[in-house]
Every structure is written in structure tokens, then in C-alpha cells.
């Protein structure tokens, strides 16, 4: 295991908690040996530097030219490609090919035909970290883009002409549609507490909102909407003004922030970590940690978003604060229901590097990989796989991959054991000579791809083209698959992908099988000879297949591929199963019947 | 009486609407003695669209101008809206449908009435559980027997005509022991666990009453349990009531066994949610389930309170004890609570589950649920009477039955391959014991459909579900035989809400039924190329 991934330490009994939600116990015989091994998992676990990540020692054995493949494997060139890029609206722009305008983004960038440099150079000093707004996806049949900034540095009565050429640039680029929408994914509320405490600057923006208010008809959103953009322009950072961008409608859709979302994490998982956790507990559990409810709010925004273009034919931009956290959820799950191609398995590694890598998503201090602040350190791509893992559970035959692909991913973010994750954003990454030093996940999981492989995938389905997912509150559902990966006790004895997949297997091939009898039956047929040859023959070449279905399901079958499993067969112990505190009543008269030590994960690599 | 009385008018033209999904039909709405039909004008499909009466559980009437609107939410949680024209119409409509679904009357339901094609009347109940049960048990130990002390349903008016009884016993002591329980209901055998030679019993409480009564032909008769099953065994008794409760079902008459009295025998105190408490839970929850708009705290919230998720868990882990007990501790289980035909049952029969792969198999779940439910007397007509939007305050309803089926599914869910049938099997009895035009739902006990002659005069719904056509919906396509127990896991983590249940109608989940058909045609694909391939080589030796 990497150290990497570890994620607290406590010294009362060597436990350890692992950011897979993995927990281990270590049983050391002398207590000084414990301190020992405590110590050494503290310091291993916090690295004070990049160069001591796993990555940068892991060696799997391949040369030069096999790593710098396995790196050109996803090509956002080619992907821009894919989308129809360059076309007469949208050009690649050679803006921020040294970093020169802003360091969090990559270098290559696609912006409107019309827009030219001053006016993105412009708009880059409007926008905080300098993140302007660029293409992130390109609906070819609608001529409509996603598009992606950071909030503008307004303040409490400036604009940014730049800024508003831009936007309008690229309302302009979609010839479907006069209007485009700007979508800003943070809640109302925080910023009406924010307000309540700026009692003075609120009169004010209350005065010259109502004069908007009158002045002007107010389109879709309304007033209270409204008061807040005004709030947070006050402060400097915020809204764009309305009034200042015409053709433009305003969403505001409310996803919380990282440490919103880092605390709600936390919460759940103390709540599944309890011991002897009743039924009641769990949920409201659940419903105070507020997970669900966020996960809820990221889809429905990425839900908003893909209406937007589906319906309306419109563009739209998205922006949170920065623009690397919500603005990435929103962005990539919103083209991933518009578009099957994210939806396999190579599609969804392009759309993990397009929106999330190249877009400069802090995966090293998101994923805490360094000893660093723990209040950067926030599971918002944990919640963009989880959102995912809520469509394949929706749409079981839309997408190529399947849970264990998804685990998989989770794994890797933190155990640094590959290149990809390190590292905040492209410029970094340069500058550690990732791409010389580690490896890329990427080919790994290709060359493992078998297993993860979604047997009732339909990539035909017409259907299945664009997702309009249900986001009744029934729909989201506990992750126990993630939550609870390593603890046995809790997951299905049987897995039912395993044996449909190898169903699938079996029946390509009986069926090729069959081909070749029949190939040979005509062989024989044209040479005339005797029937008893072409019955020996057929029965020479009969396989031996079915018994490998009855023999697999006893197994039990976990989802992650452990390279050596521990694997029993299915409920031959009942030690394995929670409710064995009830048997303490039975082991009163005969005692350690049942280990009392249920319902902790044992390691099994 | 006449059924005509009770319809005030024969027709009328309406519209139904059946949910978000579905396309509103157009046609003559006409009430029959059983049945609501709406007949579609010519140029429509010619498809009659026909609702059993018996599964209506509430009705609302409401009338707007010239026209009126009945919602009917039926007893399978469906909910229903019918726009007729014509006021008059609508409330004779209502009137008629109200009468009509609320008759008790058992020989004029509509099973009596009911003669499909392709069963024949005399064929279909060829079932004696206790008989055939006791057959298997018999291969395996001398120290049982069948007996027929029941014959006339005296000793026990809500046992079959022949139970199994340790063969140590004689019938005159049966006698006594049954006059010492509750309702008659004396210990008998529930399952018998050949691998530990180990047994399942179930009775209903002893009569021990505030003077400590005692009855020696009862001790005696749990005496010769641990007797005949190996020198040494211990016995269990599972009360499926707090120790609180039981002590007070003293006051009443009722009680619980001496330990004195039982040597060799424990008690052990799960309390199990039954009755009115458990019926307002499903109330909750299907109210819950009705509100597509609610916030995802609201919804987790109504989750957490209407407590049905507990109770699922409070079942499987009294099941898992009671099995625990026989596979691991080589004990004897006796389970009861007061009555011992709810709690009892749905604790003994997931028990078998759990422990017995024959149970799993697409015959003998039915075996099992004809023998632990039906014929053991769980009172099927008072339980399910109502279901949960009937309006009218419950007396005796209580979805015991249904908690199994979500215990079954459950199971099923942590174990996809081990059942034989799937959740359409599920579904098929929870809709079939609520309302059927089967008999074998009818009435509260044995004795009672020999009265109403329900075997001679009613098809059995196994029949009806037997047939070959009806198998893609029941049948699990990826069933592999199991022969080991399968233990579920019942942390709160791996329970989940019967969404195919409680949200079959508020909604459809569209997707997982294509794939769900997907999983059945490769399942079938495997068997027919497997299959293919002897034939072709059968087929081909000629030249």
C-alpha cells in the first residue's frame, strides 16, 4: 500500500484510516515497536515534497518510449479534434502558450474566432486568477459550447469592457441562438450571510437594486437572486453585472463550497463507522452529513447545463469562485450527459484529463498528497465519481465502464503511485518533469480493461445519446461500494457483473465455437467423407465450459481486482456477518463461538 | 344477494389516467359485480383495460361543472384517475365501486367466479404441504411424525389437518399441551436442518397466566425435542416480544416458559414490530414514497422515521440467530411471540431461507410459503383487508406478510445468484395477497377454506403462476444452485428500500427494465448455444 494514501494516524492501537475509506489494523506485539511503526507511517504518509511521492520510485518495468506512449495515450489535441475544433467561430489561441496569462491554465486554449488577444488579456485581469472564459466542450450538431472562467474581480461598480466583448464573443460564436447563458454554481444563502453582515454596503445595494428592478424587466432570475449578485460585487469579487452583458441570462444554481463539502464528508463517514449502527442512526446520519443532498445539487446543475444546450441551443458559461472545483464537476458531468463518446472507458480518462487535469483542478492539495493545509484538502472529485456512479446506477446500459473502473480512479487520485494526479495544475506538472520522472494510470487501466468492462453496455441506443437523469431525491442512494470497499462483510456474496460477464464470455465463445464445427462439418462435407470421422472430430473439439459458472458463484467476489484474494467461500463464517453480536447470547454457556472482532476490514494485499 | 343491487349505474364515458408514463385511455367505463372495465372506443386499441374491485383500497370522489373525477389508490400501491362525464354518473360511479370492494363476503369474491383458460378446476391444489414436508423429514430421522390429531380442527382451529410432532408424543398429550397455548397453537415442527440434525419449532404462547401455570404434557413435549435430536442438545426459545412485554402478557393469561420448568431450554427476547405500530410504518412510507417534490432531507427524514427499514433488519437478524442457532451451536429452536402466527412465521420461514437451498428453489418457495404461511395459519384476510391508503382506522390489518417478501428481497440483493426466482415473484405475492382472483390467499386458516371449500370451488395461484408463460417475469435468470447457507449482511449499510416495490407506480424505472430483459437474454443466449451444440452434432453425421 502506498503511503501516500494513508490519511490519519492514531497511536491508541496502530490504526490507521485510509482516504480510500480503507481502515487497517496493525497488531504489533511491543509496545515500542508500535511506537516505532506509528512514528514512521506519520512522517511516511505526509511527504514534504513531490520527489518523494511513490510516483516519482514506482517502476513498472517499461522503457522510454513505452512510458512516453502510455503518456500520448490521451491527447487533448486530438480530442479538441473529435469535438470539430477549429471551425469558423472557435480558434485555438496561443494566449497562454508560456503560462504568461494564466498559470493555472493549459497552454493551449480555444476561444471565439472574434475574440481577439487585448480583449482575452483583458478579461484574464477581470477574472480572479486570471482564469478568462474559454471553450471547455463544443456541441458540434447544436453549435453551442460549454464554456468555463473563474468569478470577476468586479468590484462594487466596475466592468470590465474586455470581459463583456468576450462574452459577447462568444454568445456571437453560436449562430443557433442570440442569448447564452452565465451560470454560477454557488448557493444563494452563503452570500445572504455574507450580506447580513455588510448591513451598510446592503442598504445601498438594496437602493440601487430596487432602481434595476424598476428600470429594467427583469428576465429569469429574480430579485432576490438579484440582491445577492449585488452583494458580492461589493466585495469586490462576484457577479457579473447584468446590465452590463446583454443577451445573457443568469443561473444561479447552489452547490456548496470544499469545506462545506470536506465537513459533510466527515460526518458521513463517522457515521458509517460506527460500531453496532442501527437502521435509524444510518439515516439520519445521512441526512445530517448533507452528502446526498450536494450530490443531488451537482447533477442538477449539470442537468440545467445540458438542457441548456439540448434545448435551448444555447452556450453556456460556468464559473464558481475559482473556477477549478464546481466549475469542473458541472462542466464534465454536463458533457458527459450530452455525449456518449465520455461515456466509455477511453472517453471518460479524455474527460478526466480534459476537465479536470489540464483545467488546473488542485488534485495534490484537494487530495492532500503533501503535508500541506488541511483546509484545501476537499473530496470534490470523490463527489464527481460518485455523481457518475449515480448515472450508471440510473442508466445501467449507458456507460462502457463499470463501478470497479470507477474505484479504480478513486485508488490512484491517492496513492501516487502514477504521474496524473500530482501536482496542482499543468505548469506544475512541467516543471516536475512528470512525464519523465512517473508513469500515466492511463494505459494500466486500458491493458486491465477487461474488468472493467460493463457486460449490458449498449453503445447502439439511440435512447442512450443524450441523459436526461431523474433527480428525485429517491434516486441518490448511499455508496456502499465506495464507503465500504474493503469491509467484506458488508457487500453482495455475489457480484452480479462477474457472472454476467463471463456469461458474455462464454457465449462468444460457444458461439465461435460453433462456427468452426460448422466450417469444418462443410470441409468434410465437400471431401466426401464418412460420417464417423466428422462425429469424432466433432467431439474432439467440444470445450469444456459450463462448469465454470457454478464454480464461480460460490465464490465471494469482491469488486476491486485484489491481485491475491483472501476469498472464502460465501457465508461460511458467520464471524463475517455483523449480527454475530447477537450470538454472545448463545456463547454464554460456550464461549469464543463468534471472534468478537466483526466488522473490521482486514488487510488482504 | 344480488350484485346488481349495489350497482347504481352501468356505464359511462371516462378517461383514465395511469401515472406520468403511461397514455391516458379514452373509452366506456362499466362496473361489473368483480371488476371495473374500460372498454376503448373502435378506432383504439381493442384491449379491454380491467381493474379487480377487491384491489381498490381508497376512493376520492370530486366533481367540477358537468363532470366529475374518482381517484382510486389501489391495495398494490397504485393510484389511479378517472375523469367521467356527467356528475350523476360519477357519484353512482363511486357509490358502486365503494360497496362492490368493500364486500366480506369470501364465497362471492371473484376467485369463485374465476375460470381461466388452460387450468382446470380439479387439478390445481397439489399441494399437502405438512405431508410432503414430513416425507423429506422422514428420510432423515425416526423421531418425528406425522399426526392427525387435528384432523377435525379441534385441538387447533387455526393448524392444518396434520402436523408434525415428535414421535415420542401421543396425540392425548398433544391435546393437552394445545389447551395449554394460545389458540390451541402446541409446538410443532417447523424445519427440519439435516446437516446439524437440529430442529425449528414454532407454537404461540404458553397460557402460564399471573398463577405461573404449568403443563407437564408441554414440557414433556419440548423434553422429547432435545431427546430426539442428539444426546446433549441444547434448545432455544425465541420470543419474539421485549421481556418486558411477555412478563405483562401474564396479566392477560398468556406468558412465557418457566426456566425451571424447561431445563435444557433458553429464552431469548427479540422484540419484533407487529400489528398496528408495523401497519402505520408502511403507511408512512408509501406516503413518503408519493411525494416525487420533497428535498432530499425531507425524503431521508420520512425515511428514517416511518422506521420500515428497522423493522426489515429487527426480522433478518432474529432469522439469522434463529439459523445461527441450529447451524452453528447444534441447538434447537423453538420461536414464538403471542399468537404465533405472525411474528412466529416470518421469523421461521426466513430462517429455512437462509439454511435450506431447497427453499430458494423456484418450487419450494411456494412449498414454503404454502406450508409456513398459509397453512400455518397466518391470517391472511384480516392482515390484508387494507392496505396502506385505506382511510378506515386499522383493526386488524398488518403487512407482516409483506415485511417477509422485502426480507426475501433483501436477501436476494446480497445474494443475486441463489434464488430461483426474482423480484417479479416478490411482486406477484404481495399484489396476489392483497387481492387475487386465486384462492389461495383466501380466508384466515385451514379450517376456514375447507369451510368456504376453497381447494374445489377456487384455482390456486400456483397453478396460475406455473404456467410457462408467466416464468420470464418470476424466474431469476442467473440463478445458480447454492448449496451452502447464505448469511445477509444486516448493517443499516446494506439494507435498501424496495424501490421496485414502493416506487413501482410513482416511478417506472425504465432503464434497469431494458436492462434487466438484456441480463435474461444473455442468460438465455448461454443456455441456447450450450444447448445447440449436442443437436448439431446429432443432427449432422450424414454426409
Redo the contacts between chains.
Keep these: 500500500m502506498p503511503f501516500s494514501g494513508s490519511d490519519g494516524v492514531w497511536n491508541t492501537c496502530s490504526d490507521g484510516e485510509c482516504k480510500n475509506f480503507r481502515i487497517v489494523h496493525f497488531i504489533v506485539p511491543r509496545e515500542r515497536d508500535c511506537h516505532d511503526i506509528y512514528n514512521s507511517l506519520l512522517q511516511l504518509s505526509k511527504q514534504a515534497k513531490y520527489e518523494d511521492l511513490y510516483a516519482f520510485s514506482y517502476n513498472p518495468k517499461q522503457n522510454d518510449s513505452e512510458r512516453l506512449r502510455g503518456w500520448q495515450l490521451v491527447d487533448l489535441a486530438e480530442e479538441y479534434k473529435r469535438m470539430g475544433l477549429p471551425n469558423s467561430n472557435w480558434q485555438l489561441s496561443d494566449a497562454n502558450r508560456d503560462y504568461k496569462i494564466c498559470e493555472t491554465y493549459p497552454r493551449e486554449l480555444y476561444v471565439p474566432r472574434i475574440a481577439s488577444k487585448p480583449i482575452i488579456v483583458g478579461s484574464s485581469k477581470f477574472r480572479s486568477k486570471g482564469r478568462f472564459p474559454v471553450l471547455s466542450y463544443y456541441h458540434q450538431n447544436k453549435e453551442a459550447a460549454i464554456c468555463r472562467c473563474s468569478q470577476p474581480l468586479s468590484g462594487f461598480s466596475a466592468r470590465c469592457l474586455e470581459d463583456e466583448h468576450l462574452l459577447q464573443a462568444i454568445s456571437k460564436a453560436n449562430p443557433a441562438n442570440r442569448y447564452m447563458y452565465v451560470m454560477d454554481t454557488r448557493p444563494r444563502h452563503r452570500m445572504q450571510s455574507w450580506w447580513a453582515t455588510q448591513k451598510d454596503i446592503g442598504r445601498i445595494i438594496v437602493r440601487i437594486s430596487s432602481k434595476i428592478w424598476n428600470d429594467k424587466k427583469i428576465r429569469e432570475s429574480d430579485g432576490k437572486k438579484r440582491l445577492n449578485a449585488m452583494a458580492n460585487r461589493a466585495a469586490g469579487k462576484g457577479y457579473e453585472n447584468e446590465d452590463n452583458y446583454s443577451n445573457i441570462r443568469f443561473q444561479f444554481v447552489g452547490i456548496e463550497n470544499i469545506h462545506v463539502m470536506r465537513s459533510s464528508l466527515q460526518k458521513l463517514l463517522e457515521v458509517?463507522g460506527t460500531k453496532g449502527?442501527?437502521?435509524?442512526?444510518?439515516?439520519?446520519g445521512?441526512?445530517n452529513a448533507?452528502w446526498?443532498?450536494h450530490i443531488?445539487a451537482v447533477t442538477d446543475a449539470a442537468i440545467f447545463l445540458a438542457k441548456a444546450i439540448m434545448v435551448e441551443n444555447a452556450s453556456v458559461l460556468v464559473h464558481c469562485s475559482d473556477g477549478w472545483d464546481r466549475t469542473s464537476q458541472v462542466c464534465s458531468l454536463g458533457s458527459l450527459l450530452l455525449d456518449p463518446y465520455y461515456r466509455t472507458i477511453r472517453g471518460f480518462m479524455v474527460l478526466i484529463e480534459k476537465d479536470w487535469i489540464s483545467f488546473g483542478h488542485k488534485y495534490s492539495d484537494r487530495c492532500g498528497h503533501l503535508d500541506g493545509d488541511p483546509k484545501e484538502v476537499s473530496p470534490v472529485f470523490t463527489q464527481f465519481l460518485e455523481c457518475v456512479w449515480h448515472l450508471t446506477e440510473?442508466?445501467?446500459?449507458?456507460f462502457e465502464f463499470n463501478e470497479a473502473f470507477l474505484l479504480q480512479i478513486h485508488e490512484h487520485i491517492h496513492s501516487c503511485q502514477f504521474g496524473n494526479f500530482i501536482g496542482n495544475c499543468q505548469k506544475e506538472r512541467e516543471e516536475l518533469k512528470l512525464k519523465e520522472k512517473t508513469y500515466s494510470l492511463w494505459p494500466f487501466l486500458l491493458h486491465d480493461q477487461k474488468k472493467y468492462f460493463n457486460?449490458?453496455y449498449?453503445s447502439t441506443s439511440q435512447k442512450?445519446a443524450v441523459l436526461e437523469p431523474?433527480t428525485?431525491?429517491?434516486n441518490?442512494?448511499?455508496w456502499?461500494n465506495m464507503?465500504?470497499q474493503f469491509d467484506r462483510?458488508?457487500?453482495?456474496?455475489?457480484?452480479?457483473f462477474n457472472?454476467?460477464m463471463n456469461?458474455?464470455e462464454?457465449?462468444k465463445q460457444?458461439?465461435k465455437?460453433?462456427k468452426d464445427?460448422?466450417s469444418q462439418?462443410k470441409q468434410?462435407?465437400n471431401k466426401?467423407?464418412?460420417?464417423?470421422l466428422?462425429?469424432e472430430l466433432?467431439?474432439s473439439v467440444?470445450p469444456e465450459?459450463?462448469a465454470l459458472?457454478?464454480s464461480l458463484?460460490?465464490k465471494e467476489q469482491t469488486l476491486l481486482p485484489v491481485k491475491d484474494a483472501l476469498r472464502t467461500?460465501?457465508?461460511?463464517s458467520?464471524a463475517?456477518?455483523?449480527?454475530?453480536e447477537?450470538?454472545d447470547?448463545?456463547s454464554k454457556?460456550?464461549p469464543a463461538?463468534v471472534s468478537s472482532e466483526y466488522g473490521v476490514a482486514r488487510m488482504t494485499c | 344477494m344480488e350484485f346488481s343491487e349495489l350497482i347504481r349505474t352501468g356505464q359511462a364515458q371516462a378517461e383514465l389516467l395511469r401515472g406520468p408514463e403511461m397514455p391516458p385511455l379514452r373509452g366506456t367505463l362499466c362496473v361489473t359485480g368483480h371488476h371495473l372495465l374500460l372498454s376503448p372506443g373502435p378506432q383504439a386499441t381493442p384491449d379491454l383495460w380491467l381493474l379487480l374491485l377487491r384491489s381498490v383500497d381508497s376512493i376520492e370522489k370530486r366533481v367540477a361543472g358537468d363532470a366529475g373525477t374518482i381517484t382510486l389508490r389501489c391495495k398494490d400501491l397504485r393510484v389511479l384517475q378517472l375523469d367521467i362525464e356527467g356528475v350523476e354518473a360519477t357519484l353512482d360511479i363511486a357509490r358502486s365501486i365503494e360497496a362492490l370492494s368493500s364486500l366480506e363476503s369470501v364465497i362471492t369474491s371473484f376467485p369463485f367466479f374465476y375460470r381461466p383458460k388452460g387450468l382446470r378446476l380439479g387439478e390445481s391444489w397439489h399441494f399437502h404441504p405438512p405431508e410432503r414436508y414430513y416425507k423429506r423429514v422422514a428420510r432423515e430421522t425416526r423421531a418425528w411424525r406425522l399426526s392427525e390429531a387435528n384432523e377435525d380442527f379441534s385441538l387447533c382451529p387455526s393448524y392444518p389437518r396434520a402436523v408434525i410432532v415428535p414421535r415420542a408424543v401421543d396425540d392425548d398429550a398433544l391435546a393437552r399441551s394445545a389447551r395449554f397455548r394460545q389458540g390451541g397453537r402446541f409446538p410443532v415442527l417447523s424445519y427440519y436442518h439435516a446437516p446439524s440434525g437440529t430442529v425449528l419449532l414454532r407454537s404461540s404462547q404458553p397460557l402460564t397466566g399471573p398463577q405461573k401455570r404449568r403443563c407437564t404434557e408441554d414440557e414433556e413435549l419440548l423434553q422429547a425435542v432435545l431427546a430426539g435430536a442428539r444426546p446433549g442438545a441444547?434448545g432455544?426459545i425465541v420470543d419474539t416480544r421485549s421481556a418486558q412485554a411477555a412478563k405483562q402478557a401474564r396479566m392477560t393469561g398468556g406468558g412465557t416458559e418457566a426456566k425451571s420448568a424447561y431445563p435444557g431450554w433458553k429464552r431469548?427476547h427479540?422484540p419484533l414490530e407487529r400489528g398496528r405500530p408495523l401497519q402505520e410504518s408502511f403507511v408512512h412510507l408509501v406516503e413518503a414514497?408519493g411525494d416525487?417534490e420533497?428535498?432530499?432531507?425531507?425524503?431521508?427524514?420520512r425515511?428514517?422515521g416511518c422506521?420500515w427499514?428497522?423493522h426489515?433488519?429487527e426480522a433478518?437478524?432474529t432469522a439469522?440467530?434463529a439459523a445461527?442457532?441450529m447451524?452453528?451451536?447444534g441447538?434447537c429452536i423453538l420461536v414464538h411471540g403471542a399468537e404465533g402466527t405472525d411474528s412466529t412465521l416470518l421469523v421461521t420461514s426466513l430462517a429455512q431461507l437462509i439454511l435450506d437451498p431447497l427453499s430458494r428453489t423456484m418450487a419450494g418457495f411456494q412449498e414454503l410459503i404454502e406450508r409456513e404461511w398459509i397453512q400455518a395459519g397466518h391470517p391472511f384476510q384480516l392482515r390484508c383487508a387494507h392496505s396502506a391508503f385505506s382511510h378506515t382506522r386499522p383493526k386488524h390489518e398488518a403487512p407482516i406478510f409483506l415485511l417477509f417478501l422485502d426480507c426475501v428481497w433483501q436477501l436476494g440483493?446480497?445474494?443475486?445468484?441463489?434464488l430461483e426466482f426474482g423480484e417479479g415473484m416478490l411482486l406477484a405475492l404481495f399484489d396476489h395477497s392483497y387481492a387475487s382472483p386465486f384462492g389461495t390467499f383466501l380466508c384466515n386458516s385451514e379450517k376456514e377454506r375447507c369451510l368456504c371449500e376453497v381447494r374445489t370451488r377456487t384455482h390456486s395461484l400456483w397453478s396460475g403462476l406455473n404456467q410457462p408463460k408467466e416464468q420470464r417475469k418470476l424466474r431469476n435468470p442467473?440463478y445458480?444452485?447454492?448449496p451452502?447457507?447464505?448469511?445477509?449482511?444486516?448493517?443499516?449499510?446494506?439494507?435498501?428500500?424496495w424501490?421496485g416495490l414502493f416506487?413501482r407506480w410513482t416511478?417506472p424505472p425504465e432503464?434497469?427494465e431494458?436492462?434487466w430483459e438484456?441480463?435474461w437474454q444473455?442468460?438465455t443466449?448461454?443456455e441456447k448455444?450450450?444447448g445447440?451444440?449436442p443437436t448439431?452434432?446429432a443432427s449432422?453425421?450424414?454426409?
Excluded at chain 1, 489 to 496: D, E
Excluded at chain 1, 569 to 572: C, L, N
Design positions: 458509517n449502527l442501527s437502521v435509524s442512526d444510518f439515516y439520519s445521512l441526512e448533507g446526498l443532498r443531488k440510473q442508466f445501467p446500459q449507458a457486460p449490458l449498449s442512450l431523474n428525485v431525491s429517491f441518490f442512494k448511499f456502499r464507503y465500504h462483510t458488508l457487500h453482495p456474496r455475489q457480484s452480479v457472472i454476467i456469461m458474455n462464454q457465449n460457444l458461439q465455437d460453433v464445427l460448422e462439418i468434410h462435407k466426401q467423407t464418412d460420417g464417423v466428422t462425429k466433432l467431439k467440444r465450459s459450463p459458472k457454478t458463484c460460490l467461500v460465501e457465508g461460511s458467520p463475517d456477518n455483523r449480527y454475530s447477537y450470538a447470547e448463545f454457556a460456550e463461538v | 441444547r432455544f431469548l427479540r414514497c416525487l420533497q428535498s432530499m432531507d425531507r425524503w431521508l427524514s425515511l428514517d422506521r427499514l428497522s426489515v433488519k433478518l437478524s439469522c440467530l445461527q442457532g447451524e452453528w451451536e441447538a440483493r446480497q445474494f443475486p445468484l441463489s442467473l445458480a444452485p447454492n451452502l447457507a447464505i448469511w445477509p449482511s444486516v448493517e443499516p449499510q446494506s439494507l435498501r428500500l424501490q416506487l416511478h432503464p434497469s431494458v436492462a438484456k441480463v444473455i442468460a443466449d448461454q448455444t450450450e445447440s451444440q448439431d452434432s449432422e453425421p450424414q454426409p
